[in-house]
Structure formats: structure tokens, C-alpha cells
């Protein structure tokens, strides 16, 4: 099972890879539920979790809050996505909706080409779970299609456990019919990954306690 360590320090990145994280998503900023972190945390970030062999994740969030972006912060993602490649990570997490609460395929659609162009993988993170629930099949299709690799969910509001949103979450994974990976976190520990994993039968998880 890959467990991706969801950090938001270079310190941090550094013990969960010590403590066997198989895949890190890296942030600033966690409790504003993660933004893009600096430069310099990027390119140590990069280097020290290649002499491990262990891929890196960057997420691509200008602010805290909605994800309802203007033009000028869509280009400030552009500019950071740019920088991620520059420095090596393996792929990029982002997403940016309407204010109808719908995919917003317009700045997803230039960032995602932009992000491909530059050799990145993209990952749609927990915006899914903002999208209105009944819009979120032709969602998934529409990422798919544009080869998103990964769908972040919890399956439905933080407020909840992740336990209370599984019938949701396998119903996300029958949506994606094996086209698309549906990675499930959000609450989701050490302790309680491989009873989440089994539930759900899927072979990836993700937190910020998911191996320490």
C-alpha cells in the first residue's frame, strides 16, 4: 500500500520519510488546509526526497480559503507550477472551481496543460469535495479525460469522519472505473489506514498521521 505523508514543513518531510512514507505531499500552511510552500522548502524538499527515491507532490494554492480563483491568482499558480518543474518535483496538486461550485475547466484546463507540458503529473486535490455532489460524476470524467492522475477526496465535509463518507468515496471509485486513481484521506492515520484501505479496496492513502 503507498502511504503519501501529507506535510507541511521541510521538518516534517524529513521524519515522515525517516518513518517510511512512500509518496509526500508538500505544503505550507496546514491549518489554512495547506498553500504553496516557499522555494527554498521546495528545492531541499526535492533534493532530500530523491536520495530516497520517494516522489514529491507539491500543492499549487495561492491562499487559504475557497477555490474560486481570479485570473491574476490562476496566473500566480502558473508561475509556481513552473517553479515546481524547475526544481524537480514529480507532480503538482490543484484545483480551482466557480462559484457555482463546478469545475472551473477553463483555469483547470490551462494549468493542466501547462503542468503537463513541463513533464509534471496533476493531482485534483480535496476541491473536489467543494463541487456541488451531484456534478461531481461529469467532474471526475472531465479529469480524466485530461489525464489527471489522482483524485484527493474525503468524500465529503472535514467536519465528518472519514468512516461516515466511505459510501461516498466507493461510490467516487465506481464513477472512475479504474481510469483515474481515487486516493481517499482526510483523517485517515497509522492507526486506522489498512481498516480505511480494506474497506474501500483501494491500495493508496493519505494524512498528515498516516505513518507517524
Not at 491568482?73 to 463546478?102: N, R, Y
Not at 483524485?151 to 467516487?172: C, D, M, R, Y
Request: aromatic fraction near 4%; hydrophobic fraction near 45%; include cysteine.
Amino acid at each position: 500500500m503507498i502511504k503519501e505523508a501529507c506535510v507541511g514543513s521541510y521538518a516534517a518531510l524529513v521524519q515522515n520519510i525517516n518513518a517510511g512514507a512512500d509518496r509526500i505531499e508538500l505544503n505550507d500552511n496546514l491549518a489554512e488546509g495547506g498553500t504553496t510552500p516557499s522555494y527554498g522548502t521546495i528545492a531541499q524538499s526535492v533534493s532530500y526526497a530523491h536520495q530516497f527515491k520517494v516522489p514529491l507532490v507539491v500543492m499549487i494554492r495561492p491562499r487559504g480559503g475557497d477555490f474560486v480563483y481570479s485570473n491574476d491568482e490562476s496566473a500566480i499558480m502558473a508561475a509556481d507550477i513552473k517553479t515546481v518543474a524547475k526544481l524537480g518535483a514529480e507532480a503538482v496538486a490543484f484545483g480551482c472551481l466557480t462559484e457555482e461550485g463546478l469545475l472551473d475547466q477553463v483555469k483547470m484546463g490551462k494549468l493542466i496543460t501547462l503542468a503537463h507540458s513541463l513533464n509534471l503529473e496533476v493531482v485534483m486535490h480535496m476541491a473536489f469535495d467543494a463541487i456541488t455532489q451531484n456534478k461531481q460524476r461529469a467532474a471526475l470524467d472531465w479529469l480524466a479525460a485530461h489525464r489527471v492522475i489522482r483524485i484527493l477526496t474525503h468524500g465529503g465535509s472535514l467536519q465528518q469522519p472519514i468512516i461516515a463518507n466511505l459510501a461516498h468515496i466507493k461510490e467516487i471509485i465506481s464513477w472512475a472505473d479504474g481510469r483515474i486513481v481515487i486516493l481517499p484521506g482526510g483523517g485517515i492515520t497509522a492507526a486506522n489506514c489498512e481498516q480505511v484501505a480494506k474497506k474501500l479496496r483501494v491500495s493508496q492513502v493519505h494524512g498528515t498521521k498516516i505513518v507517524l
